[in-house]
């Protein structure tokens, strides 16, 4: 391990940790394609009406966090919800792999940094700004992470074949939510991020670090601009929601 003047910068290459997943989490009969869905009330709404069913539990502190089953287009798909933030959402990836998922499409919301993006309108991310914690102890210490390209390359199978407009963009991965300065807002979408949330970079370096391919399609949301935040309601945006998964299940099978 080479010593940094910071903690987060003395990265550790070696392979194996003390408390690796597969330790704790044996290999199960679960399906190789796997979405990462963002949204609760999706999930519940699979439940209730695609046939979706538990087929293994993560236990933290806070209670269980359930990996899904069902059918689609007559194949086997896994999806779950991955918490927020990067710890939380690389632990559970973690814990999927070790489970015997192979393929991974995420489907999730963003701030915006450029108020001409509607609500809505998709974002694929192509590359994530470090500014979190997690990717480092998975990656040397960079400024940036490219996304897998086998990922970015299904979702736009996909959403070319739907006809949906989308713009590929870096996107700003922070742990802070209330710590998105008018500053860094600004600088970071100068730099050509149009997205901002808590994941996307921690996912792209621990995808990249177990050799998975992964890919995640987003949608955007509340606007974080140097004028002032506007949440624009876009949490309310079922149907939304509800096709992303959609177009992520379809992805996920293009791997």
């Known amino acids: 391990m080479q010593e940094a003047p910071y903690p987060i910068l ?24 796997c979405v990462i869905c963002f949204f609760g009330e999706v999930i519940a709404w699979l439940v209730e009406h695609h046939g979706a069913r538990v087929i293994a539990q993560s236990k933290t502190e806070m209670g269980l966090h359930p990996l899904y089953e069902m059918t689609y287009a007559g194949q086997r798909l896994a999806f779950f919800h991955p918490g927020i933030g990067a710890p939380l959402a690389v632990g559970l ?21 450029d108020r001409e993006i509607v609500v809505g309108h998709l974002l694929l991310p192509v590359a994530a700004i470090r500014d ?43 742990d802070a939510i209330y710590r998105e300065t008018p500053a860094q807002a600004a600088a ?11 994941e996307a970079a921690a996912f792209m370096a621990v995808a990249r670090f177990r050799g998975v391919p992964f890919g995640q ?15 624009r ?12 998964f959609w177009l992520a299940a379809e992805a996920v099978f293009e791997l």
């Open 10 to 33: 003395s990265f550790d290459p070696h392979r194996e940790a003390i408390l690796e997943p597969g330790k704790l989490i044996h290999k199960e009969d679960v399906p190789e394609q």
């Open 93 to 113: 990836l973690e814990e999927m792999i070790a489970r015997g998922c192979r393929k991974f499409i995420a489907a999730g919301g963003c701030g915006v940094l």
């Open 233 to 244: 309601k876009w949490e309310k945006r079922e149907d939304i929601r509800r096709n992303l």
């Open 132 to 174: 979190e914690g997690t990717s480092y102890h998975y990656l040397p210490p960079s400024r940036e992470v490219a996304a897998d390209p086998r990922g970015v390359a299904a979702l736009e199978v996909v959403l070319r074949r739907h006809g949906l407009d989308y713009l590929r963009t870096k996107t700003w991965t922070t």
């Open 217 to 231: 399609v987003l949608y955007g949301g509340d606007a974080v601009i140097p004028g002032g935040w506007d949440g």
């Open 188 to 198: 970071y979408l100068e730099e050509g991020c149009l997205a901002v949330e808590m």
